[in-house]
């Protein structure tokens, strides 16, 4: 796959703010993504998506016929449309509203008004995730590497399935909860576990000390991803014995790099 660049992205914009949107878009151009689409609301966007097939989807959080939320979800149940990265800017800044939209695989949350290197970062992000420069796995095989999701959001486990997906890892299974995932990993072996913190019935601390102390692949390489930002649970976690722990957003390059380094030392 050629490598895109910030000129070639093409980028839509959902804001229901004509001043907004023009500000948004000069900071677009100035980070080098050109010729912006604009669009009002989140229903005339979902329509001109399937023709106009932006590389990237940024958006308000409210719109005035739907939430960036509602738009997200909606993109994420549409095949044609799952795979377009989206980004939210918005001043939201309660968790209730933002944790959806980490769940759907945003590429980044910006705040209102936001840094230019901000958004530049996010741009790159998507041009990691569309074109991953997978040669940091030269002597790895991403395609051998079997893989276990475990997320109780399946718009999460899907856009983590994605993001490994794209650097050529290709036999995942996913699971909703940590208990599913405790009872595969007693009949099957894998060579990659990547789970969310916060599940129902075994969360994702709890996976881990079952699969370090008790199952029959207690080296198994583990990356947790969660949007937690409590420490002293952050710190819970890694002494459970989780190989890293990854944001989410869950971003390629990060990933990349976390597969060379845990992958390499087993």
Known sequence: METLTLSELFVMLVEPSGIQSRIICERLEEAGAV????KEDGESALAAMPEEQPDLVISAMYLPDMTGTDLVRAMRNTPE???????LVSSETDEHYLDPIRQAGAIALLPKPFEPDDLKRALYATLDY????????????????????????????NHISRVLSN??????????????????????????????????EVDGQELVRYVR?????????????????DE?????????????????PFETSSVLSLL???LRDV
Request: proline content about 5%; aromatic content about 4%; glycine content about 4%.
């Open 260 to 262: 060379q380094q845990i």
């Open 232 to 248: 002293s649970r952050l710190t819970a976690v890694r002494q459970s014995g989780v190989s890293a722990i990854c944001d989410k």
């Open 167 to 200: 650097i050529g890892i290709e036999n995942i299974t996913q699971v909703e909860n940590g208990k599913e995932a405790i009872q595969l990993l007693q009949s099957d072996y894998f060579d990659l576990l990547v789970t969310d913190y916060n599940m129902p």
């Open 130 to 157: 569309i074109t991953p420069n997978t040669e940091l796995l030269t002597d790895l095989d991403p395609a051998t590497i079997k893989t276990l999701v475990v997320d109780d959001s399946l718009t999460a486990r």
């Open 35 to 38: 010729n912006p689409s604009w």
């Open 81 to 87: 449309l799952a795979d377009i990265p989206f980004m």
């Open 213 to 229: 102390n008790e199952s029959t692949q207690g080296s198994i390489p583990i990356i947790m991803v969660t949007s937690e930002t």
